[in-house]
Protein backbone atom coordinates (compact mmCIF):
# COMPACT_ATOMS: atom_id res chain seq x y z
CA UNK A 1 0.00 0.00 0.00
CA UNK A 2 1.10 3.79 -0.68
CA UNK A 3 2.48 6.20 1.95
CA UNK A 4 -0.84 8.41 0.88
CA UNK A 5 -3.52 4.99 1.11
CA UNK A 6 -1.81 4.12 4.35
CA UNK A 7 -2.02 7.54 5.68
CA UNK A 8 -5.47 7.85 4.45
CA UNK A 9 -6.55 4.51 6.55
CA UNK A 10 -4.61 5.71 9.67
CA UNK A 11 -7.11 9.20 9.40
CA UNK A 12 -10.23 7.20 8.63
CA UNK A 13 -9.81 4.74 11.44
CA UNK A 14 -9.06 7.60 13.89
CA UNK A 15 -12.49 9.24 12.27
CA UNK A 16 -14.74 5.68 12.85
CA UNK A 17 -14.46 6.15 16.21
CA UNK A 18 -17.43 8.26 15.72
CA UNK A 19 -19.15 4.95 14.58
CA UNK A 20 -18.55 3.63 18.47
CA UNK A 21 -18.99 6.74 20.46
CA UNK A 22 -22.37 6.76 18.67
CA UNK A 23 -23.28 3.49 18.55
CA UNK A 24 -27.18 3.73 19.83
CA UNK A 25 -28.08 6.76 16.98
CA UNK A 26 -26.29 5.19 14.25
CA UNK A 27 -28.37 1.60 15.36
CA UNK A 28 -31.08 3.64 15.67
CA UNK A 29 -30.82 5.32 12.04
CA UNK A 30 -30.31 1.61 11.10
CA UNK A 31 -33.17 0.08 12.34
CA UNK A 32 -35.25 3.05 10.71
CA UNK A 33 -33.69 2.38 7.34
CA UNK A 34 -34.19 5.90 5.97
CA UNK A 35 -30.29 6.68 4.63
CA UNK A 36 -31.85 5.33 1.12
CA UNK A 37 -33.05 8.33 -0.73
CA UNK A 38 -36.03 8.41 -2.10
CA UNK A 39 -34.18 8.55 -6.15
CA UNK A 40 -32.04 5.61 -4.86
CA UNK A 41 -34.93 3.69 -4.32
CA UNK A 42 -36.33 4.66 -7.55
CA UNK A 43 -33.46 4.02 -9.73
CA UNK A 44 -32.91 0.81 -7.36
CA UNK A 45 -36.18 -1.08 -7.44
CA UNK A 46 -36.22 -3.42 -10.62
CA UNK A 47 -32.89 -4.50 -9.56
CA UNK A 48 -34.01 -4.35 -5.63
CA UNK A 49 -37.02 -6.51 -7.02
CA UNK A 50 -35.40 -9.67 -7.81
CA UNK A 51 -33.63 -10.29 -4.58
CA UNK A 52 -29.94 -9.52 -5.63
CA UNK A 53 -27.02 -10.08 -3.77
CA UNK A 54 -25.07 -6.98 -3.02
CA UNK A 55 -21.52 -5.97 -3.02
CA UNK A 56 -21.20 -2.56 -1.31
CA UNK A 57 -16.90 -1.35 -1.29
CA UNK A 58 -16.16 1.59 1.01
CA UNK A 59 -19.04 0.86 3.20
CA UNK A 60 -18.24 2.68 6.10
CA UNK A 61 -21.44 2.58 8.83
CA UNK A 62 -22.97 0.37 7.27
CA UNK A 63 -26.51 2.33 6.87
CA UNK A 64 -27.34 1.66 3.52
CA UNK A 65 -26.80 -1.90 3.99
CA UNK A 66 -29.09 -2.30 6.16
CA UNK A 67 -32.15 -0.64 3.88
CA UNK A 68 -30.87 -2.52 0.96
CA UNK A 69 -31.80 -5.63 2.50
CA UNK A 70 -35.09 -3.90 4.06
CA UNK A 71 -35.77 -2.89 0.43
CA UNK A 72 -35.38 -6.18 -0.76
CA UNK A 73 -31.75 -7.00 -1.52
CA UNK A 74 -30.73 -10.98 -0.64
CA UNK A 75 -28.22 -10.35 1.57
CA UNK A 76 -25.18 -7.43 1.14
CA UNK A 77 -21.15 -7.83 1.88
CA UNK A 78 -20.13 -4.55 2.84
CA UNK A 79 -15.96 -3.87 2.56
CA UNK A 80 -14.08 -1.08 4.56
CA UNK A 81 -10.55 -0.73 5.33
CA UNK A 82 -11.34 0.58 8.36
CA UNK A 83 -11.44 -2.08 10.87
CA UNK A 84 -13.52 0.20 13.56
CA UNK A 85 -16.27 1.14 10.92
CA UNK A 86 -16.51 -3.09 9.86
CA UNK A 87 -16.41 -4.32 13.39
CA UNK A 88 -19.35 -1.47 14.57
CA UNK A 89 -21.09 -2.19 11.16
CA UNK A 90 -20.95 -5.95 11.59
CA UNK A 91 -22.32 -5.71 15.24
CA UNK A 92 -25.20 -3.53 14.35
CA UNK A 93 -26.36 -6.24 11.44
CA UNK A 94 -25.96 -8.71 13.63
CA UNK A 95 -28.37 -7.11 16.49
CA UNK A 96 -31.23 -6.47 13.59
CA UNK A 97 -31.10 -9.58 12.49
CA UNK A 98 -30.25 -8.59 8.85
CA UNK A 99 -28.28 -10.12 5.99
CA UNK A 100 -25.02 -8.15 6.25
CA UNK A 101 -21.65 -9.20 6.19
CA UNK A 102 -18.52 -7.05 7.05
CA UNK A 103 -14.84 -7.37 5.34
CA UNK A 104 -11.97 -5.09 6.14
CA UNK A 105 -10.02 -4.54 2.63
CA UNK A 106 -8.97 -1.92 0.47
CA UNK A 107 -10.38 -0.54 -3.34
CA UNK A 108 -9.06 -1.61 -5.99
CA UNK A 109 -8.39 -5.08 -4.62
CA UNK A 110 -11.55 -5.95 -2.56
CA UNK A 111 -11.16 -9.86 -1.26
CA UNK A 112 -14.55 -10.73 -3.24
CA UNK A 113 -14.41 -13.54 -5.97
CA UNK A 114 -15.12 -12.18 -9.41
CA UNK A 115 -18.73 -12.77 -10.75
CA UNK A 116 -20.13 -12.65 -6.80
CA UNK A 117 -22.79 -9.97 -7.16
CA UNK A 118 -25.84 -8.79 -9.05
CA UNK A 119 -25.54 -4.96 -7.96
CA UNK A 120 -22.43 -3.25 -6.54
CA UNK A 121 -23.53 -0.14 -4.75
CA UNK A 122 -21.61 2.90 -3.71
CA UNK A 123 -20.68 6.23 -3.84
CA UNK A 124 -21.58 8.72 -0.90
CA UNK A 125 -18.09 10.04 -0.74
CA UNK A 126 -16.13 7.01 -2.41
CA UNK A 127 -14.50 8.17 -5.63
CA UNK A 128 -12.59 10.96 -3.93
CA UNK A 129 -10.64 8.15 -2.45
CA UNK A 130 -9.68 6.27 -5.87
CA UNK A 131 -6.26 7.41 -6.61
CA UNK A 132 -6.78 4.71 -9.97
CA UNK A 133 -10.43 5.14 -11.36
CA UNK A 134 -9.59 2.29 -14.17
CA UNK A 135 -8.10 0.08 -11.32
CA UNK A 136 -11.67 0.93 -9.47
CA UNK A 137 -14.02 0.10 -12.40
CA UNK A 138 -12.02 -2.70 -13.41
CA UNK A 139 -12.50 -4.13 -9.72
CA UNK A 140 -16.11 -3.48 -9.83
CA UNK A 141 -17.00 -4.94 -12.93
CA UNK A 142 -14.78 -7.89 -12.42
CA UNK A 143 -17.31 -8.58 -9.17
CA UNK A 144 -20.25 -8.55 -11.14
CA UNK A 145 -22.36 -11.42 -12.81
CA UNK A 146 -23.02 -10.91 -16.43
CA UNK A 147 -25.89 -8.78 -16.51
CA UNK A 148 -25.29 -7.25 -12.72
CA UNK A 149 -25.35 -3.56 -11.99
CA UNK A 150 -23.24 -0.89 -10.66
CA UNK A 151 -24.90 2.02 -9.04
CA UNK A 152 -23.16 5.13 -7.95
CA UNK A 153 -25.35 8.17 -5.91
CA UNK A 154 -22.40 10.24 -5.46
CA UNK A 155 -21.11 13.76 -4.74
CA UNK A 156 -20.57 15.80 -7.93
CA UNK A 157 -16.82 16.02 -8.83
CA UNK A 158 -17.53 19.95 -8.70
CA UNK A 159 -18.44 20.10 -5.00
CA UNK A 160 -14.61 20.57 -3.62
CA UNK A 161 -14.46 23.75 -5.88
CA UNK A 162 -17.75 25.44 -3.64
CA UNK A 163 -16.99 27.48 -0.62
CA UNK A 164 -19.07 27.27 2.07
CA UNK A 165 -19.86 30.94 2.10
CA UNK A 166 -23.80 31.92 3.05
CA UNK A 167 -24.09 35.17 1.78
CA UNK A 168 -23.33 33.63 -1.90
CA UNK A 169 -21.45 30.88 -3.96
CA UNK A 170 -17.78 30.85 -4.50
CA UNK A 171 -14.77 28.92 -5.75
CA UNK A 172 -12.25 28.15 -4.24
CA UNK A 173 -8.98 29.53 -5.27
CA UNK A 174 -7.22 26.12 -4.26
CA UNK A 175 -9.49 23.45 -6.09
CA UNK A 176 -9.22 22.98 -9.54
CA UNK A 177 -11.53 20.72 -11.33
CA UNK A 178 -9.19 19.13 -13.66
CA UNK A 179 -7.14 16.48 -11.47
CA UNK A 180 -4.73 16.62 -8.73
CA UNK A 181 -5.01 15.81 -5.25
CA UNK A 182 -5.92 17.76 -2.24
CA UNK A 183 -6.24 17.56 1.49
CA UNK A 184 -9.68 16.61 3.01
CA UNK A 185 -10.90 19.63 5.66
CA UNK A 186 -13.65 18.22 6.54
CA UNK A 187 -14.45 15.08 7.11
CA UNK A 188 -11.93 12.56 7.79
CA UNK A 189 -9.58 15.33 8.28
CA UNK A 190 -6.64 14.88 9.86
CA UNK A 191 -5.17 15.32 6.78
CA UNK A 192 -6.34 12.99 4.61
CA UNK A 193 -5.45 13.45 0.61
CA UNK A 194 -8.45 13.14 -2.21
CA UNK A 195 -8.23 12.70 -5.52
CA UNK A 196 -9.87 14.83 -8.06
CA UNK A 197 -11.71 13.21 -11.13
CA UNK A 198 -14.09 14.73 -13.60
CA UNK A 199 -17.67 13.30 -14.61
CA UNK A 200 -16.29 13.11 -18.01
CA UNK A 201 -13.69 10.52 -16.44
CA UNK A 202 -15.60 8.71 -14.20
CA UNK A 203 -18.48 8.19 -17.09
CA UNK A 204 -15.25 7.12 -19.32
CA UNK A 205 -13.72 4.89 -17.17
CA UNK A 206 -16.63 2.57 -16.34
CA UNK A 207 -17.58 2.46 -20.16
CA UNK A 208 -14.32 1.05 -20.70
CA UNK A 209 -14.39 -1.80 -17.90
CA UNK A 210 -17.45 -3.09 -19.97
CA UNK A 211 -20.38 -1.61 -18.53
CA UNK A 212 -23.13 0.03 -20.56
CA UNK A 213 -24.36 3.55 -18.50
CA UNK A 214 -28.39 3.34 -18.04
CA UNK A 215 -29.46 6.33 -16.30
CA UNK A 216 -27.02 9.59 -15.34
CA UNK A 217 -28.30 12.37 -13.50
CA UNK A 218 -27.45 15.40 -11.66
CA UNK A 219 -28.91 17.27 -8.59
CA UNK A 220 -28.31 20.58 -6.70
CA UNK A 221 -28.87 18.76 -3.61
CA UNK A 222 -26.12 17.33 -1.64
CA UNK A 223 -26.20 13.86 -0.12
CA UNK A 224 -24.39 15.31 3.03
CA UNK A 225 -24.55 18.56 5.11
CA UNK A 226 -22.01 19.26 7.75
CA UNK A 227 -24.35 20.35 11.34
CA UNK A 228 -26.57 23.15 10.34
CA UNK A 229 -24.56 24.86 7.98
CA UNK A 230 -26.54 26.75 5.04
CA UNK A 231 -23.92 27.34 1.87
CA UNK A 232 -25.03 29.40 -0.98
CA UNK A 233 -23.91 26.40 -3.27
CA UNK A 234 -26.50 24.51 -2.33
CA UNK A 235 -29.72 26.94 -2.74
CA UNK A 236 -30.02 24.70 -6.33
CA UNK A 237 -27.72 26.64 -8.79
CA UNK A 238 -25.09 24.11 -8.87
CA UNK A 239 -24.74 20.85 -9.10
CA UNK A 240 -23.89 18.96 -5.81
CA UNK A 241 -24.53 14.92 -6.79
CA UNK A 242 -24.75 12.38 -9.36
CA UNK A 243 -26.51 9.45 -10.18
CA UNK A 244 -25.53 6.58 -11.83
CA UNK A 245 -26.56 2.94 -13.09
CA UNK A 246 -24.89 1.15 -15.17
CA UNK A 247 -25.39 -2.54 -16.47
CA UNK A 248 -22.57 -4.71 -16.98
CA UNK A 249 -22.64 -6.26 -21.27
CA UNK A 250 -20.81 -9.21 -21.06
Known amino acids: MDP ?24 A ?31 GHGLDDVALVQAGARQVIGVDYSQIAVGAAQRRADELGVACRYLVGKVPGLPLPDDCADLVYTGKGALIWMADLHAWAADMARLLRPGGHLFL ?25 FGGTFVNDTFPANGAVEWQHTLGDIVTTIVGAGLEIRHLAEYPEPFWRPG ?8 GRLPNAFSLLARLTR
Open 4 to 27: TTTANRVAWETASQKHISEYDEIL
Open 29 to 59: DAAAGRSLLPVERELLADVLRTGPTVVHPQS
Open 153 to 177: YEGHPAVPLWSWDEDRARIREDRTY
Open 228 to 235: DLRAAAWN
